[in-house]
T-cell receptor
Framework: GQQVMQIPQYQHVQEGEDFTTYCNSS?????IQWYKQRPGGHPVFLIQ?????EVKKQKRLTFQFGEAKKNSSLHITATQTTDVGTYFC???????????FGSGTKLNVKP | SQTIHQWPATLVQPVGSPLSLECTVE??????LYWYRQAAGRGLQLLFY??????ISSEVPQNLSASRPQDRQFILSSKKLLLSDSGFYLC????????????FGEGSWLTVV
């Protein structure tokens, strides 16, 4: 079954406000990946986190992997309308051939 | 470079009719292949995955089936569609081994009427 839970389900922000989505797992994850799906499109890879406590940045996006490797977050600083979409975390199952996605957080940015 | 093709892009099918969605991958060999379904506004549900020709693992019991007749070909089928089968179906591939990125096709929008 599903490996990770993701919150919130929806987030509506004014352009310029910050945004954060969280993923939580009951088990230790070997790694976690983040994807973005634009409306009407397919998910596209953003980043992978592997190490405990790892933090990575991509311009206004900051990704964190928890110390226990059971949770992760994606934070967007000063959102723009181009950030609109659904953000998914994803991870492998115990059998790494399986690949599960969180339920996603749909971000809407008002100009 | 690797590419993934999925078709048809959209289809409208009556309840009880059969379904066949096809996906092919180019530029890689022996990939893991996946079928996901996304209901409107919802998350990605893993339906099937395959680690090799003829090897299919089902995640969710349903009236869908999958087949992998060739290394880089993955087919999603149904003998009789239900209204609840409507959704966005995504084929994806991933190289074997841990930590690899998954790459999606463009998706197929299925509406069962």
């Amino acid at each position: 079954g599903q490996q990770v839970m993701q919150i919130p389900q929806y987030q509506h922000v004014q352009e310029g406000e910050d945004f954060t989505t969280y993923c939580n797992s009951s088990t230790t994850l070997s790694n976690i990946q983040w994807y973005k799906q634009r409306p009407g499109g397919h998910p596209v890879f953003l980043i992978q986190l592997v190490k405990s406590g790892e933090v990575k940045k991509q311009k206004r996006l900051t990704f964190q992997f928890g110390e226990a490797k059971k949770n992760s977050s994606l934070h967007i600083t000063a959102t723009q309308t181009t950030d609109v979409g659904t953000y998914f975390c994803a991870s492998e199952g115990y059998n790494f051939n399986k690949f599960y996605f969180g339920s996603g957080t749909k971000l809407n940015v008002k100009p | 470079s690797q590419t993934i093709h999925q078709w048809p892009a959209t289809l409208v099918q009556p309840v009880g009719s059969p379904l066949s969605l096809e996906c092919t991958v180019e530029g890689t060999s022996n990939p893991n292949l996946y079928w996901y379904r996304q209901a409107a506004g919802r998350g990605l549900q893993l339906l099937f995955y395959s680690v090799g020709i003829g090897q299919i693992s089902s995640e969710v019991p349903q009236n869908l089936s999958a087949s992998r007749p060739q290394d880089r070909q993955f087919i999603l089928s149904s003998k009789k569609l239900l209204l609840s089968d409507s959704g966005f179906y995504l084929c994806a591939w991933r190289e074997k081994d841990t930590g690899n990125t998954i790459y999606f096709g463009e998706g197929s929008w299925l509406t069962v009427v």
